[in-house]
């Protein structure tokens, strides 16, 4: 069945970073995958993560920089970077900040997130 959905569902995270999911289990009640648009400011991170899913991320203004297992990655406007499920990233911008859409499989989620604490 063909659905429009009217808008995306505000995800809260701590660090001024803003998540609209327009695709996944809140907004759409998709599991498969989840789509969201993305707004972090300048000098924002968050703890290391170990996600159970595959994030595909293409950055559309500034740059997200990403530590992994084989460095460091900065991801500038223009430029995606895929991080597979159960490799340890953390994410963070630099200073200009970031807007980017992630599209992650299956959809995000909380409890498959892993973030150290």
């Not at 559309?60 to 597979?84: D, N, R």
């Not at 990233?89 to 604490?117: K, Q």
């Amino acid at each position: 069945m063909v659905r429009i959905l009217e808008g995306a569902t505000r995800i809260p995270v701590p660090g001024g970073k803003v998540i609209a999911e327009h695709i996944g289990r809140i907004n759409s009640g998709d599991e498969a995958i989840s789509i969201a648009h993305m707004v972090a400011p300048a000098g924002w991170e968050e703890p290391a993560q170990t996600p159970l899913f595959t994030e595909y991320t293409v950055v559309l203004k500034g740059a997200v920089i990403v530590e992994h297992a084989g460095g460091t990655s900065t991801v500038k406007a223009g430029q995606s970077i895929v991080t597979p499920a159960g490799e340890k990233v953390r994410y963070s911008t630099g200073d200009e900040g970031a807007e980017y859409i992630a599209v992650c499989l299956p959809a995000f989620s909380p409890d498959t997130v892993n973030r150290d604490e």
